[in-house]
């Protein structure tokens, strides 16, 4: 019988950083040391500072690393994406990944973390401008895929992505997912029109 061959260690940062967002989807970032960290994953603080920087860079990198373990959210990007389902639908559609009851782990760290970064400027901004950024950018080309003009197409995300994420902060402090579906599917409908009305050639 032939042996079966070892399967390759992985790198050790990638090593740290999986088991860095373990821990931060577990405990959360507000009260995490890299030396109670580092007890905890059986390393130390100099081997995190060695491989990320600093604290805020491993939380920045351990949180993106966390989010690839809730594929429904990047399933929200695919959604918008459908270009011939309705606009209207696809927002609603994309709601439901977001708000899917599995991502509540997720949702928790992030928003601890946003608001740890908020309070402390300066230490956190790789965070603050993925934070800023990404979400934006993606809902921007997804309605420029849909005829919407550019600039017309950075409001209206910037809109969603604030809509998204106060829902989100909603349903982590009240759980009331119908309300924020009723929400959502009147902003759909508003957001929907507007795309419309911009992506129309002038007469």
Request: avoid cysteine.
């Given at each position: 019988?032939?042996?079966m061959p070892d399967t390759p260690a992985l790198p ?192």
């Amino acid at each position: 019988m032939l042996a079966m061959p070892d399967t390759p260690a992985l790198p050790e940062r990638d090593r740290l950083l999986g088991l860095t967002a373990d821990y931060i989807l577990e405990h959360g970032v507000a009260e995490m040391t890299l030396r109670k960290l580092g007890s905890a994953i059986g390393t130390n603080n100099r081997m995190l500072l060695y491989y990320f920087g600093s604290k805020e860079e491993l939380i920045t990198a351990a949180l993106a690393e966390a989010s690839g373990r809730f594929p429904i959210l990047g399933k929200a990007f695919a959604i918008m994406d459908d270009q011939p389902r309705p606009l209207r639908e696809r927002i609603t559609a994309a709601w439901d990944a977001v708000a899917a009851a599995e991502n509540l782990p997720f949702h928790r760290t992030f928003f601890e973390a946003l608001g740890l970064a908020a309070h402390q400027r300066g230490r956190f901004d790789s965070f603050l401008g993925s934070v800023g950024r990404d979400w934006r950018e993606q809902l921007a080309a997804s309605l420029g895929g849909g005829g919407v003009p550019r600039a017309a197409a950075d409001d209206l995300a910037q809109e969603l992505v604030a809509l998204w994420r106060g829902l989100q902060l909603d349903l982590i402090t009240s759980g009331d997912r119908a309300g924020t579906d009723r929400v959502i599917a009147s902003a759909a409908e508003s957001i929907a029109r507007r795309a419309a009305t911009a992506a129309a050639p002038e007469s």
